[in-house]
T-cell receptor, first 115, second 114 residues
Framework: DARVTQTPRHKVTEMGQEVTMRCQPILGHNTVFWYRQTMMQGLELLAYFRNRAPLDDSGMPKDRFSAEMPDATLATLKIQPSEPRDSAVYFC?????????????FGPGTRLTVT | AQSVTQLDSQVPVFEEAPVELRCNYSSSVSVYLFWYVQYPNQGLQLLLKYLSGSTLVESINGFEAEFNKSQTSFHLRKPSVHISDTAEYFCAVSDHTGGFKTIFGAGTRLFVKA
């Protein structure tokens, strides 16, 4: 049963600390998306990749957030330094890369709390 | 650019009653339309999608949605809901101008009461 995995599932950290979230897309998928979900803003697209290259990161605060794909099986989202307003659930999703008609497969999310 | 509007933020309904969750979209080109469902403490998962062809699409658990091009709508319906349908439902749209990006609506929380 192919699934997107995310680690950690929960993270509590203090303001100013670095946070790294990891995602393993479904094997063979070549598009990866990072979303942030909050009660106030709903689901926001932060960045996405195709074939490990970033295609769009316009939704991401550039001064503190960075997203990378070191290899085809790992995507990372880093926040440095973290702030309380970053508290949210962060989802990774992957797709087969066929185009706009793709279904996205979501991971279970990382619940981040910054105190 | 595409946009999606989900007209109801919350829909309470009694078990075995019918339900409709409304979704309108905006796009200047042909679109692909999706409904995703999110159960508590889980990620989103695809419920159904419209790509082309028949305007009525169905899911395996009794939901259906109809693509209406003239009204730019893609409302989700179920004739008889169960307690287990309690979840948040997201309408989403993509088109060829957006690359691989999908635009999600704000979500509708369906609450099924016994």
């Amino acid at each position: 049963d192919a699934r997107v995995t995310q680690t950690p599932r929960h993270k509590v950290t203090e303001m100013g600390q670095e946070v790294t979230m990891r995602c393993q897309p479904i094997l063979g998928h070549n598009t990866v998306f990072w979303y942030r979900q909050t009660m106030m803003q709903g689901l926001e697209l932060l960045a996405y990749f195709r074939n490990r290259a970033p295609l769009d990161d316009s939704g991401m605060p550039k001064d503190r957030f960075s997203a990378e794909m070191p290899d085809a099986t790992l995507a990372t989202l880093k926040i440095q330094p973290s702030e309380p307003r970053d508290s949210a659930v962060y989802f990774c999703a992957s797709g087969s890369g066929q185009g706009a008609s793709d279904e996205q497969y979501f991971g279970p999310g990382t619940r981040l709390t910054v105190t | 650019a595409q946009s999606v509007t989900q007209l109801d933020s919350q829909v309470p309904v009694f078990e075995e009653a019918p339900v409709e969750l409304r979704c309108n979209y905006s796009s200047s080109v042909s679109v692909y339309l999706f409904w995703y469902v999110q159960y508590p403490n889980q990620g989103l998962q695809l419920l159904l999608k419209y790509l082309s062809g028949s305007t009525l699409v169905e899911s395996i658990n009794g939901f259906e949605a109809e693509f209406n091009k003239s009204q730019t709508s893609f409302h989700l319906r179920k004739p008889s809901v169960h307690i287990s349908d309690t979840a948040e439902y997201f309408c989403a749209v993509s088109d060829h101008t957006g690359g691989f990006k999908t635009i999600f609506g704000a979500g509708t929380r369906l609450f099924v009461k016994a």
